[in-house]
């Protein structure tokens, strides 16, 4: 069973509306949460990291949350562009040793005109 | 810097053949890792490795090999390609344990 669930898994919004993408976790022990951004045909690119410690971090439209209590995060994406119509994906490292990072399928997102 | 790079792009292959995923990175990084990607399902771990003469196997380790000589390559090997290694193969690395990954472009395999 897949750790890391993610939701919707797919999304279609209009150019300039706000969205948000949710993350729910059950890997542990938790070290971080990382979302990803992959364009199609392309490697996945980190947009934010979220630490225990953080609530809420923020990268230009990005806006990352997590709750550690609830083991969620969400991404929030304001005014949207064209340029943000990718898959965003949610990845959980779990602490000691390597670690090893268990990946959410992803959400997509088409924007449209 | 180049980042990570990935060759090929694309590959055919018949079930039964080998072959190698070429995998380089010039940021110095100690942690490689090699991924698939199947449609509907999150990137798989196959073989991750923390420095040069380091490797371990990850989740779907069957049918692959790796090996690290340098730090600088993570080559991942096919031993007898079957259809269901069909896949978008993604190499990536990075400095520490905690830091981010830097993905390839990938490499698109059809076996036939």
């Known amino acids: 069973k897949n750790q890391v669930e993610q939701s919707p898994q797919s999304l279609i919004i209009l150019e300039g509306k706000n969205c948000t993408l949710q993350?729910?976790?059950?890997?542990?022990?938790?070290?971080?949460l990382r979302w990803y951004k992959q364009d199609t045909g392309r490697g996945p690119v980190s947009l934010t990291i979220m630490t225990f410690s953080e609530n809420t971090k923020s990268n230009g439209r990005y806006t990352a949350t997590l709750d550690a209590d609830t083991k969620q995060s969400s991404l929030h994406i304001t005014a949207s562009q064209l340029s943000d119509s990718a898959s965003y994906i949610c990845?959980?490292?779990?602490?000691?040793?390597?670690?090893?990072?268990?990946f959410g399928r992803g959400t997509s997102l088409i924007v449209h005109p | 810097n180049a980042g990570v790079t990935q060759t090929p792009k694309f590959q055919v292959l018949k079930t039964g053949q080998s072959m190698t995923l070429q995998c380089a990175q010039d940021m110095n990084h100690e942690y490689m890792s090699w991924y698939r990607q199947d449609p509907g399902m999150g990137l798989r771990l196959i073989h991750y490795s923390v420095g040069a003469g380091i490797t371990d196997q990850g989740e779907v380790p069957n049918g692959y090999n790796v090996s690290r000589s340098t730090t600088e390559d993570f080559p991942l090997r096919l031993l007898s390609a079957a259809p269901s290694q069909t896949s978008v193969y993604f190499c990536a690395s990075r400095y520490g344990p905690g830091d981010p990954q830097y993905f390839g472009p990938g490499t698109r395999l059809l076996v036939l």
């Open positions: 990845v959980v490292y779990k602490s000691g040793g390597s670690y090893i990072p268990t």
């Open positions: 993350c729910n976790y059950t890997v542990s022990p938790f070290s971080n």
